[in-house]
T-cell receptor, first 115, second 113 residues
Framework: AQTVTQSQPEMSVQEAETVTLSCTYD???????LFWYKQPPSRQMILVIR??????QNATENRFSVNFQKAAKSFSLKISDSQLGDAAMYFC????????????FGTGTRLKVLA | NAGVTQTPKFRVLKTGQSMTLLCAQD?????MYWYRQDPGMGLRLIHY???????AKGEVPDGYNVSRLKKQNFLLGLESAAPSQTSVYFC????????????FGPGTRLTVT
C-alpha cells in the first residue's frame, strides 16, 4: 500500500525568505500524480501544485516549485519570497495514475511566516 | 458555479443521535469523496464514489454510510454518533480527466458530546 510521509510538523520562515517543505512517499507503481494542497485558517483546501510522475521536469507555479526525485521517492515544495498569506497547513498527496481512485494524504506541515 | 458545497457547516450531536451530511457539486464530476480531518492525522478517506449509484469503502468507513443517488450529490450518514466521530469532514470531487485535481468543499465541523 502507498504511504505519504511529511516529517516536519511545523516550519517557520521569515517574510521574503525561501522555505522548503519535505514529503516522501512509498509506492511500487511507476505512474502516479503528486500534489501539494494548502489549507489556510479558513479550512478551505486549495491546490498549490501538481506533478505527474512521468514528467521529468519539476512543476512550478509562480513562487511555488517542487523538487521531484522519483528514484528517491521525494517530492518537496519550495516557496520563494514567502508572504504572510502563505501561512497555512500544507498537505502532500499521492494518487495512482490508474486503477484505484483513492488519494493518500500526508499528515501535514504547519507553516508560520514571521513578519 | 458554486463548486463543491457542504451542508451544514457546523453541528453538535449527542451520543447516539443520527445525522446526514450533504455534499453537492455542480461541475459534473464523476468521482466524489468523503474525508475526515483530525489533528496530526491529515485527511483520511471514509468512503468514495466513482459514479452515480456506486460507493466504496475507504480507510476509516466504520460507523458511516453513504449514498450517491444523483451524480451531483454525495451523502454521508452517521447512524449512531460517537464522540470518536468528532472531527472536521470534507467532501471532494474530481472529474478524472484533467490531472485528477480534487476540488474540496469548505468542511463541516461536527462535535459529538
Amino acid at each position: 500500500a502507498q504511504t505519504v510521509t511529511q516529517s516536519q510538523p511545523e516550519m517557520s520562515v521569515q517574510e521574503a525568505e525561501t522555505v522548503t517543505l519535505s514529503c516522501t512517499y512509498d509506492t511500487s507503481e511507476s505512474d502516479y500524480y503528486l500534489f501539494w494542497y494548502k489549507q489556510p485558517p479558513s479550512r478551505q483546501m486549495i491546490l498549490v501544485i501538481r506533478q505527474e510522475a512521468y514528467k521529468q521536469q519539476n512543476a512550478t507555479e509562480n513562487r511555488f516549485s517542487v523538487n521531484f526525485q522519483k528514484a528517491a521517492k521525494s517530492f518537496s515544495l519550495k516557496i520563494s519570497d514567502s508572504q504572510l498569506g502563505d501561512a497555512a497547513m500544507y498537505f502532500c498527496a499521492y494518487r495512482s495514475y490508474s486503477g484505484t481512485y483513492k488519494y493518500i494524504f500526508g499528515t501535514g506541515t504547519r507553516l508560520k511566516v514571521l513578519a | 458555479n458554486a463548486g463543491v458545497t457542504q451542508t451544514p457547516k457546523f453541528r453538535v450531536l449527542k451520543t447516539g443521535q443520527s445525522m446526514t451530511l450533504l455534499c453537492a457539486q455542480d461541475m459534473n464530476h464523476e468521482y466524489m469523496y468523503w474525508y475526515r480531518q483530525d489533528p496530526g492525522m491529515g485527511l483520511r478517506l471514509i468512503h468514495y464514489s466513482v459514479g452515480e449509484g456506486t460507493t466504496a469503502k475507504g480507510e476509516v468507513p466504520d460507523g458511516y454510510n453513504v449514498s450517491r443517488l444523483k451524480k451531483q450529490n454525495f451523502l454521508l450518514g452517521l447512524e449512531s454518533a460517537a464522540p470518536s466521530q468528532t472531527s472536521v469532514y470534507f467532501c471532494a470531487s474530481t472529474d478524472g480527466s484533467t490531472g485528477y485535481e480534487q476540488y474540496f468543499g469548505p468542511g463541516t465541523r461536527l462535535t459529538v458530546t
